[in-house]
């Protein structure tokens, strides 16, 4: 947060961390006479945005239900190889990533098949028809493991915000998603913060959340970021009991009270 003018700023720093949402208790009035801004200076997080939920975790060769989290097709073969069956190290069905193309092969051995016809299907996240394969294909369609994830919103509530998608939000700062692999650390640390006005003059809490661009949660992220916040109170009213003490202090000891205790 900045305070005052602009060749006199102040700078408070608050760590938090963020586990889906941040609230944070703190109760200050600010200066009225002063203009206060807020802006991220760091923000760090693991990519474990969930690409698979409840929604697109089944496929069918016997019905395997994959648990809600992050993962990569490399993630998927390990989680199949437990249930389709293998043969000379090979597992009966596989997937193959193919980045030039952005496309998933399927790999089927063993007269193996695949159904995708099923309902929450894992098909669109792959790139698959809704259908069944009874032989080795390419993917049709390029491959979504971002599930239309594509960005990170950071909100506050102790701002108004800049606008996204036309409409203004309480969003401090935005960043893409995926830039390194699932279960990598994305560190962001803006070249130059950019500051928006507080909404009040009265901070009673802090609320941070991280949120995707359709506004849900995205899921269980961790993260630690720098947050700004007004802490010059506290710290003047420490000030002020240490030069208190200090004045008892020699108070003390020139009554000679010190040199009894």
């Given at each position: 947060?900045?305070?005052?003018h602009?060749?006199?700023?102040?700078?408070?720093?608050?760590?938090?961390?963020?586990?889906?949402?941040?609230?944070?208790?703190?109760?200050?009035?600010?200066?009225r006479?002063?203009?206060?801004?807020?802006?991220?200076?760091?923000?760090?997080?693991?990519?474990?945005?969930?690409?698979?939920?409840?929604?697109?975790?089944?496929?069918k060769?016997?019905?395997?239900?994959?648990?809600?989290?992050?993962?990569?097709?490399?993630?998927?073969?390990?989680?199949?190889?437990?249930?389709?069956?293998?043969?000379?190290?090979?597992?009966?069905?596989?997937?193959?990533?193919?980045?030039?193309?952005?496309?998933?092969?399927?790999?089927?051995?063993?007269?193996?098949?695949?159904?995708?016809?099923?309902?929450?299907?894992?098909?669109?996240?792959?790139?698959?028809?809704?259908?069944?394969?009874?032989?080795?294909?390419?993917?049709?369609?390029?491959?979504?493991?971002?599930?239309?994830?594509?960005?990170?919103?950071?909100?506050?509530?102790?701002?108004?915000?800049?606008?996204?998608?036309?409409?203004?939000?309480?969003?401090?700062?935005?960043?893409?998603?995926?830039?390194?692999?699932?279960?990598?650390?994305?560190?962001?640390?803006?070249?130059?913060?950019?500051?928006?006005?507080?909404?009040?003059?009265?901070?009673?809490?802090?609320?941070?959340?991280?949120?995707?661009?359709?506004?849900?949660?995205?899921?269980?992220?961790?993260?630690?970021?720098?947050?700004?916040?007004?802490?010059?109170?506290?710290?003047?009213?420490?000030?002020?009991?240490?030069?208190?003490?200090?004045?008892?202090?020699?108070?003390?000891?020139?009554?000679?009270?010190?040199?009894?205790?």
């Amino acid at each position: 947060m900045k305070e005052g003018h602009r060749s006199h700023r102040q700078y408070n720093e608050v760590n938090c961390i963020l586990k889906r949402q941040l609230e944070k208790d703190y109760e200050y009035e600010l200066n009225r006479n002063q203009e206060y801004e807020l802006g991220l200076k760091y923000f760090s997080v693991y990519n474990s945005i969930r690409n698979i939920n409840e929604k697109n975790n089944q496929i069918k060769f016997k019905t395997i239900r994959l648990l809600p989290g992050s993962y990569e097709y490399v993630a998927i073969n390990e989680y199949l190889s437990e249930y389709g069956g293998s043969a000379n190290g090979k597992n009966n069905i596989e997937f193959e990533g193919n980045l030039n193309l952005n496309k998933i092969k399927l790999i089927l051995r063993n007269n193996s098949q695949v159904d995708f016809n099923v309902e929450n299907s894992l098909n669109t996240l792959l790139g698959f028809d809704k259908q069944i394969y009874t032989q080795s294909t390419l993917a049709p369609h390029k491959a979504n493991i971002e599930n239309d994830i594509d960005v990170i919103n950071i909100h506050c509530n102790l701002i108004n915000g800049g606008f996204f998608n036309i409409y203004q939000r309480q969003i401090i700062y935005s960043l893409p998603t995926f830039t390194v692999p699932i279960g990598y650390r994305i560190i962001e640390k803006p070249f130059k913060t950019t500051y928006l006005p507080l909404n009040s003059f009265m901070i009673k809490d802090i609320n941070l959340e991280i949120k995707d661009a359709a506004g849900a949660a995205t899921g269980r992220i961790s993260a630690t970021a720098k947050a700004a916040n007004a802490k010059k109170a506290a710290d003047a009213k420490a000030a002020e009991e240490r030069r208190h003490n200090l004045i008892m202090e020699k108070e003390a000891k020139g009554s000679g009270v010190g040199d009894m205790i």
